[in-house]
């Protein structure tokens, strides 16, 4: 009988998953075809893989929605550690999270429903949508920000925002009931859209209590990445909200924070391990460090 099966595993974080969930002796296998919604194919392989492994929990580290989506079709004695599809949902689209931000408090750079109200280039354009930083644009001129409402159209929801000059700061975080820990680290190289090379965790105890805030408002329980921006004053302001592992795990791993060891144990009912988590370190992602392109 296996531990887990991985789905949706993407390259370097995947593996940091897999990696942090032996290190602890458990045994996991990996099911990762391409994730499509509501992919009757996807889920009959997925419960294939269940019924011939035995498997105690699924554990998506990217696209858990669509997991999610199947959920009900999990056998008895099979755990999904992944949110509803509809809280992960919430989470991820940028317009609703923005909206949930607001209705908690969290600061947000200036939102514009009309872009007649944008007061100064580059602002940030955002759709509702995407992952690793495809769906967020900085357009410099009103031309080109006019070209990305056009082919947003009306069916695509997206947000037209202030941008802040300062620098990213990301907060990963679990959350089971009355349980929260999290790690907050500081972009301090970013190579590539949607990626970083150099992190430092830092300890930003505003940051993780906005983080809380928002999850115990939507009573979240799982891993969770989110992102803030920090003006040249120090001033936090909310950007977006990933339900699922983050791109910065390594970071939040070398702090000594086990975020897939803790959602196995949660999910499964086990007692959790003491956690002693670092609030100051650095992190060099290599391979792309010295990426070129």
């Not at 390259?11 to 045994?27: E, P, T, W």
């Not at 554990?59 to 008895?76: D, G, N, T």
């Not at 995407?130 to 997206?158: C, E, H, M, W």
């Amino acid at each position: 009988m296996k531990d887990v099966i991985l789905t949706g595993i993407r390259g370097d974080v995947g593996n940091l998953v897999l990696s942090a969930l032996r290190s602890k002796g458990l045994d996991v296998v990996v099911y990762d075809p391409l994730p499509k919604a509501g992919s009757r194919k996807y889920r009959d392989g997925l419960l294939a893989l269940v019924e011939k492994t035995g498997a105690r929990v699924v554990m998506p580290v990217f696209f858990p929605e669509v997991v999610a989506h199947w959920k009900a079709y999990l056998p008895e004695g099979t755990v999904l550690a992944a949110e509803s599809e509809e809280k992960l949902s919430l989470l991820d689209n940028k317009v609703s999270a923005s909206a949930l931000a607001a209705e908690c408090g969290i600061p947000q750079p200036g939102i514009y429903s009309d872009a007649d109200d944008i007061p100064v280039f580059p602002c940030v354009f955002k759709r509702a949508t995407g992952l690793g930083g495809a769906a967020v644009y900085f357009p410099k001129t009103r031309q080109a920000l006019d070209n990305l409402i056009s082919k947003a159209g009306r069916r695509n929801p997206y947000m037209m925002m202030d941008f802040i000059e300062g620098y990213d700061c990301s907060v990963d975080a679990i959350r089971f009931g009355d349980y929260f820990e999290a790690v907050a680290y500081r972009i301090i190289l970013p190579k590539q859209k949607g990626f970083s090379s150099v992190r430092m965790t830092v300890d930003a105890p505003e940051l993780r209590n906005y983080v809380k805030t928002l999850l115990d408002r939507v009573d979240y329980n799982g891993v969770c990445g989110v992102d803030f921006r920090i003006d040249r004053e120090g001033r936090p302001y909310f950007l977006e909200c990933n339900p699922r592992f983050s791109g910065g795990l390594r970071s939040t791993l070398k702090s000594g924070l086990n975020l897939p060891h803790l959602l196995y144990q949660f999910s499964v009912g086990e007692n959790t391990e003491p956690v002693t988590v670092i609030r100051r370190g650095l992190s060099v992602d290599w391979k792309r460090f010295f990426h070129k392109g």
